[in-house]
């Protein structure tokens, strides 16, 4: 899973954000329908399943350069449909 914030914070707490936004997904998918891919999740699962998820912070790295990033315009850095865009988790890949 791929993890993206909008360009108004430093790098780091974005980063940082991305993957709390990441974490929060998965923190869904361990209590989804009680539990049922808690065993994939954990590898425990009796078939042998495994769901692995590699977490891929990108932070605002990859924001779009259009989306402000300037703190006294809130207007169009947090407000705006584009910098909604930004914040966002992306399922990359499936295997």
């Excluded at 940082?16 to 994939?40: K, Q, T």
């Excluded at 703190?71 to 914040?87: F, I, P, Q």
Aim: proline share 3%; hydrophobic share 35%; glycine share 8%.
């Amino acid at each position: 899973m791929r993890g993206y914030a909008s360009p108004l914070a430093k790098s780091d707490y974005n980063k940082n954000l991305s993957l709390r936004r990441i974490e929060s997904l998965v923190h869904y998918l361990e209590r989804w329908d009680s539990g049922a891919l808690l065993p994939y999740l954990n590898g425990t699962a009796a078939n042998g399943g495994r769901l692995f998820i590699e977490r891929s912070p990108c932070g605002k790295s990859t924001a779009d350069a259009s989306v402000s990033d300037r703190l006294d315009d809130l207007r169009h850095s947090v407000y705006s449909v584009g910098a909604a865009k930004e914040r966002r988790i992306e399922i990359e890949q499936v295997e």
